[in-house]
């Protein structure tokens, strides 16, 4: 079967969001309020956790309205064909109507790296089925580029990988020219805001056209890197590239990855902490396993609320 003869995703009666919004340069929900996420996937399991109505619903009544999705495909051995992906991204989707969340799926290989093919055969298939399901966000892949200091840093985007994730990027906008797209997912934003201008720029400027940024983000994760990016603890950094008309999100946190102590406050609470007072949506990569309560439900939401950032469930 040729990805051309999928067939078109199910159209079912459901309670999905209308389209996301932007204000003050970050994605929010359809009533302005931040998009609060955690992580599931889909690998090889024979019932997901993204395919159970029963964790979906745990999640939203939690104050989670947003659920970042790794659909794994079979280049990478930890997945299965893209054919046989997309009933359990359907039943994701779905399952995330139904919830009253948002959903955003992308795919990838092992971090720090990319596939072309794999990109292009992926949203050549899933960019048009959901072009019309308003809840859905498109995040193009997870951390294309590593290298030191630290992964992600603006010498690593060259134009040779730009050029190829722009092309991407034409496939996707092409195909859905209404969903949002999450661009870059950079697994750090380095070493300072006017050094990293110039990848959004040349992203920009490798395409057929220049890129209309209103339904476009840049995707970053927290790590020490991007701590570093401009104080405080990086979001000097991120609000003046927010200055130069880029929209935020951050789509990946997570204790740090052990880069510091497990007792150090930025592990377990500040983080997205500071992403609420700087006016920034989330995700965490607690929920994998069908469950919140690794860091979300333990850890962040009664720091938020100790703090006046109660997450509310709508």
């Not at 880069?259 to 920034?280: F, G, H």
Request: hydrophobic letters at 35%; proline letters at 8%; one cysteine or more.
């Amino acid at each position: 079967m040729s990805i051309h003869q999928y067939s078109a995703g199910p159209v079912i009666p459901s309670t999905q969001r209308a389209r996301p919004q932007i204000a003050n340069q970050t994605l929010r929900t359809d009533t302005g309020r931040l998009l609060r996420g955690a992580t599931m996937d889909i690998r090889k399991q024979a019932t997901p956790p993204c395919n159970q109505q029963s964790v979906w619903d745990s999640y939203r009544s939690a104050g989670i309205n947003l659920v970042r999705l790794d659909v794994k495909t079979d280049t990478d051995g930890a997945g299965r064909p893209i054919a046989q992906q997309l009933p359990f991204l359907d039943g994701a989707v779905d399952c995330a109507a139904r919830a009253h969340m948002y959903i955003m799926p992308g795919v990838s290989i092992a971090p720090g790296n990319y596939n072309l093919a794999q990109l292009t055969a992926f949203w050549t298939a899933v960019a048009p089925r959901y072009k019309d399901r308003a809840h859905v966000i498109y995040e193009m892949t997870n951390e294309p580029v590593s290298g030191s200091p630290y992964w992600g840093a603006a010498n690593q985007w060259t134009d040779a990988k730009l050029r190829d994730l722009r092309s991407v990027h034409d496939i996707m906008r092409s195909n859905a020219p209404n969903t949002h797209i999450a661009a870059f997912s950079t697994p750090n934003l380095y070493p300072d805001a006017p050094t990293w201008r110039p990848v959004p720029q040349r992203y920009s400027s490798l395409g057929s056209s220049p890129l209309v940024w209103d339904n476009v983000s840049i995707a970053y994760h927290h790590y020490l890197g991007t701590y570093n990016f401009g104080a405080p603890n990086g979001f000097g950094g991120i609000n003046l590239m927010k200055s130069y008309g880029y929209n935020v999100i951050m789509t990946e946190c997570n204790d740090f990855m052990n880069d510091a102590p497990s007792n150090d406050p930025r592990n377990k609470q500040q983080v997205w902490l500071w992403s609420e007072q700087n006016n920034i949506s989330w995700v965490c990569l607690d929920g994998k396993g069908g469950t919140i309560s690794q860091q979300i439900t333990s850890e962040i939401m009664p720091y938020l609320a100790a703090n006046g950032f109660g997450l509310p469930v709508e």
